[in-house]
């Protein structure tokens, strides 16, 4: 048994505990029933409560919730333009989101999927430092698909 204060007031009946919990103005709230005896705690529940969950939503802001951004390149894509695809890409990843490269194909182009297989090769060699593949690159459709996360 251990009273508001945190002290120590040693192995005590149920109904004696419960008593001296009510004496008190307080609740009696069992806080390890696993312990052998069980140990119980004089404490205010509302306030318990309340603490609890002050100390979730507090966590709650601090965390960051992972974001999975989208670029969109072509497979016959300019040096220029992957350059600031690329940039892109490790802005988003050094935010800590998950970056989905999509790799659309029109007309003709899905004659020569190599080529999109070896740029999408290309942005995984670039971004080896600092982000993992997620998600190989995968045809869906007309579309090539990869997901990096950050490592």
Same mark, same amino acid.
């Given at each position: 048994?251990?009273?508001?204060?945190?002290?120590?007031?040693?192995?005590?009946?149920?109904?004696?505990?419960?008593?001296?919990?009510?004496?008190?103005?307080?609740?009696?709230?069992?806080?390890?029933?696993?312990?052998?005896?069980?140990?119980?705690?004089?404490?205010?529940?509302?306030?318990?409560?309340?603490?609890?969950?002050?100390?979730?939503?507090?966590?709650?802001?601090?965390?960051?919730?992972?974001?999975?951004?989208?670029?969109?390149?072509?497979?016959?894509?300019?040096?220029?333009?992957?350059?600031?695809?690329?940039?892109? %890409?490790?802005?988003?990843?050094?935010?800590?989101? &998950? +970056?989905?490269?999509?790799?659309?194909?029109? *007309? =003709?182009? @899905?004659?020569?999927?190599?080529?999109?297989?070896?740029?999408?090769?290309? %942005?995984?060699?670039?971004?080896?430092?600092?982000? &993992? +593949?997620?998600?190989?690159?995968?045809?869906? *459709? =007309?579309? @090539?698909?990869?997901?990096?996360?950050?490592?």
């Amino acid at each position: 048994m251990i009273d508001d204060k945190g002290e120590n007031l040693g192995v005590m009946n149920t109904s004696e505990a419960i008593e001296r919990a009510k004496d008190v103005g307080l609740d009696l709230v069992e806080v390890s029933p696993n312990a052998q005896p069980p140990v119980a705690k004089y404490l205010d529940v509302g306030k318990f409560k309340y603490e609890a969950q002050k100390k979730a939503n507090a966590a709650r802001k601090t965390q960051k919730v992972q974001d999975v951004k989208e670029i969109k390149m072509r497979p016959n894509i300019d040096n220029h333009d992957y350059m600031v695809k690329m940039k892109n %890409v490790n802005k988003f990843i050094d935010n800590g989101d &998950k +970056v989905k490269v999509t790799l659309r194909f029109r *007309g =003709r182009e @899905m004659s020569h999927q190599q080529l999109g297989m070896q740029l999408l090769e290309r %942005v995984q060699e670039d971004m080896k430092e600092t982000a &993992k +593949v997620e998600a190989y690159p995968k045809l869906e *459709g =007309r579309q @090539m698909l990869m997901v990096l996360s950050p490592k």
